[in-house]
């Protein structure tokens, strides 16, 4: 038999059918499964939305790492915001962004 982090402890189901798990465990997410009636195993989880999940994706961390290595190469700059604003009429691209020449 394996041998416990932790001695077993006696919780009181309330009359709502809760129990506590103390505040340490406040707020976090957990998965409850009953092995079998009576028997339950409770583990902390991190629960990802479906429309976030393709941000833990290989593709959206390769993404990421190669926007960051740019970023790294390419340090910001105020005359860089400048050339960036198009709606700024000093900005080199104004004009032709707007079909002026």
Known sequence: MPTLAHPPVVKLVGANGQISLGKQFAGRQVLVEEQ?????????????????????S???AADLHEALAWAQ???ASDEATVRLDLNNPASPDHDATYGRK
Do not use: C, F, I
Request: aromatic share 8%; no cysteine.
């Open 58 to 60: 290989e593709a959206a």
């Open 73 to 75: 190469s390419h340090p």
């Open 36 to 56: 079998e009636p009576g028997v339950w195993l409770v583990r902390t989880a991190t629960v990802v939305p479906d429309n976030e999940r393709w941000l833990h």
